[in-house]
């Protein structure tokens, strides 16, 4: 068997970044996030806080673990987050009384008043780069997107 032999230049283009599936999904994702951050901004909150509120409002009253789980951040980084976002009065925070290690998280009303106002913004932002495709490309899409992720994380 005789392997294939490519030129630094054909190597190259069999795999341009600008076709990598990688890129475009972070081109996308920054592109999104930079969006929505602009968009919510009007309202005091950063795309960091967007995301643990977006957990809350969907699960109030769980652990800083979980929280941190639930947002893929590491709990050092929520930790600091959850200070902050106590300080703007959109939580709080308590230790649990049957475990002093657990910290349990619970938005106020301030923090739960921003859902009616910030889930339409959010929406918006992703509704708009799908303008032109059908119901059925948007699910096509969906389904294609769940694909590339439970592959990356082996649960297919």
Request: hydrophobic residues 35%; charged residues 30%; without cysteine.
């Amino acid at each position: 068997m005789s392997e294939t032999s490519y030129t630094d230049s054909e190597r190259q283009s069999t795999f341009l970044t600008e076709h990598s599936i990688a890129y475009l999904a972070r081109e996308i994702t920054r592109i999104y996030t930079r969006n929505l951050q602009d968009a919510i901004a009007e309202h005091g909150i950063l795309i960091g806080q967007y995301h643990f509120l977006r957990v809350l409002w969907e699960k109030d009253e769980i652990t800083q673990r979980e929280l941190a789980n639930a947002v893929g951040m590491k709990e050092s980084t929520t930790f600091t987050a959850l200070a902050g976002m106590e300080k703007q009065g959109l939580l709080t925070r308590k230790r649990d009384s049957d475990d002093r290690r657990k910290m349990t998280v619970k938005l106020t009303d301030k923090g739960r008043g921003l859902e009616s106002k910030l889930i339409p913004i959010a929406k918006a932002v992703n509704d708009r780069p799908l303008a032109g495709l059908d119901s059925e490309q948007v699910s096509d899409l969906k389904a294609k997107l769940e694909t590339l992720r439970n592959n990356l994380v082996g649960d297919d």
